[in-house]
C-alpha cells in the first residue's frame, strides 16, 4: 500500500504560514475574557474534525462531551443518525446506540476508518488508503467497495460523509465527492473540488438546504440549485443562518450568501485561524496565538480577547470552545 503523511490540525497551520512563520498577527488592544474560562481534564491523542479523544478514554464531539466510554486504542470518529461511530487502528469500527449507549454492530475492515456515516441501516465509509464503500448492517455485508486515486499526504481535518435523502455523499481523500444512492450504490457520480494530489482532501461538507457546500484547502464550492466555487487559502468554514463564513490563511474573514455571494470581507493581518464558530449574530476566530476575534454578522464591529497562546489544540464544541486545558465560553464574551 502506499505510504501518505497526515498532517494534524496544529502542524497544518503551521505549515501553511511557511517563510512567514516569524510574521504574528498583534492587536493592537486586546480584552481579557473574565467570567468566560473554565478548565477541563484530559489530554488529547486523536483529533479530527468531528471531535477530539482523550488519554481518559471518554470524548468530545461538536455538541459537547461524549456519554460513551471508549476501550483501549478507540478513537471517536462521529456522530450519525443518532449513533456514535468509534474506530482503531486495526480497522474496526464499532457503532453504539447514542441514546442507551449500547454497541449495535463493530465491523473489521483492512485498514483503518477515516470517516464514516450511518443512515438507514447503511454505513458510508473510507478507509486509510482512500477506499470507500457502502456496509448494510442488516446484511453484515458490503455493499459496494471501491478504491479512489493514491494521495501521498492529507490534511487531518477529513469531513466526515453526509447523506441528502438516499443519497451519500462521500468526501475522498484526493479532493473528490462521491455521491452514491445506498439503495442502488452500483454507480457513483464524482464531483471535483480539489486540484492537487496532496493535501487538497475535503476538509468541510455541509449543506444548506439541497445545496452542498464543500471545501478543500486551496477552494470552496456550492453545487445544488446554486452553483459557484472560490479558489483561495482556506483555513476554516462556518455556516450559520443560510451565510457562509470563510476564513483565509491570509487572515481574511469573508461573508458569502448560500449563493456565494460575497457580502462582506475584513482583514485581520497575519492572522492564522485555528478554529472558528458563528451563532446568536456573532462570528468568532480563534488566533494560533491566542486571540480570540469576536466580530458582528455583518464583519463591521469587533472586539479581541487574549486568551492564550494554543498550545496542543483548540475545538469548538457547542457554543463554547476547547483550548489545551481551558473552555472558554462564547456567549460570554461582548462585542
Known amino acids: 500500500m502506499k505510504q501518505f503523511i497526515w498532517v494534524g490540525l496544529a502542524a497544518t497551520a503551521l505549515l501553511f504560514t511557511g517563510c512567514n512563520s516569524k510574521k504574528y498577527f498583534e492587536?493592537?488592544?486586546?480584552?481579557?475574557?473574565?467570567?468566560?474560562?473554565?478548565?477541563?481534564?484530559g489530554k488529547p491523542v486523536y483529533v479530527t474534525r468531528e471531535g477530539v479523544t482523550f488519554d481518559t478514554k471518554t470524548y468530545l464531539s461538536k455538541q459537547g462531551a461524549g456519554g460513551v466510554m471508549l476501550a483501549?486504542?478507540?478513537?471517536?470518529l462521529g456522530e450519525s443518525g443518532g449513533y456514535v461511530l468509534v474506530s482503531d487502528s486495526d480497522g474496526k469500527l464499532s457503532i453504539f446506540q447514542k441514546h442507551n449507549r449500547k454497541s449495535l454492530q463493530k465491523i473489521t475492515f483492512s485498514l483503518p476508518v477515516v470517516s464514516a456515516a450511518i443512515k438507514s441501516g447503511k454505513v458510508v465509509y473510507l478507509l486509510q488508503d482512500n477506499t470507500f464503500g457502502v456496509y448494510d448492517i442488516a446484511a453484515k455485508r458490503k455493499s459496494i467497495e471501491s478504491k479512489s486515486d493514491d494521495v501521498s499526504a492529507v490534511d487531518a481535518r477529513i469531513a466526515n460523509p453526509i447523506f441528502v435523502d438516499n443519497l451519500a455523499v462521500i468526501p475522498t481523500l484526493d479532493g473528490k465527492l462521491l455521491v452514491v444512492d445506498v439503495q442502488n450504490p452500483a454507480e457513483a457520480k464524482v464531483i471535483y473540488v480539489g486540484s492537487k494530489s496532496s493535501l487538497d482532501n475535503i476538509?468541510?461538507?455541509?449543506?444548506?438546504?439541497?445545496?452542498?457546500v464543500a471545501a478543500t484547502p486551496n477552494r470552496i464550492m456550492i453545487i445544488g440549485s446554486s452553483e459557484g466555487e472560490v479558489s483561495e487559502?482556506?483555513?476554516?468554514?462556518?455556516?450559520?443562518?443560510?451565510?457562509?463564513?470563510?476564513?483565509?490563511?491570509?487572515?481574511?474573514?469573508?461573508?458569502?450568501?448560500?449563493?456565494?455571494?460575497?457580502?462582506?470581507?475584513?482583514?485581520?493581518?497575519f492572522a492564522h485561524y485555528s478554529v472558528a464558530a458563528a451563532f446568536g449574530g456573532r462570528v468568532f476566530a480563534l488566533d494560533q496565538q491566542g486571540s480570540l476575534i469576536v466580530m458582528d454578522s455583518k464583519l463591521k464591529k469587533s472586539r479581541i480577547y487574549d486568551v492564550g497562546k494554543i498550545k496542543d489544540f483548540a475545538f469548538v464544541s457547542g457554543r463554547s470552545i476547547y483550548k489545551d486545558d481551558e473552555v472558554i465560553a462564547l456567549d460570554k464574551l461582548g462585542l
Open 72 to 76: 483501549s486504542g478507540e478513537n471517536f
Open 203 to 212: 476538509i468541510y461538507l455541509s449543506r444548506i438546504g439541497n445545496t452542498l
Open 233 to 269: 487559502g482556506i483555513s476554516e468554514v462556518v455556516i450559520d443562518n443560510n451565510s457562509i463564513y470563510l476564513f483565509t490563511k491570509a487572515g481574511e474573514i469573508i461573508k458569502y450568501s448560500s449563493s456565494l455571494q460575497e457580502q462582506a470581507r475584513t482583514k485581520f493581518k
Open 27 to 41: 492587536p493592537a488592544q486586546t480584552f481579557k475574557p473574565s467570567g468566560a474560562v473554565s478548565s477541563h481534564t
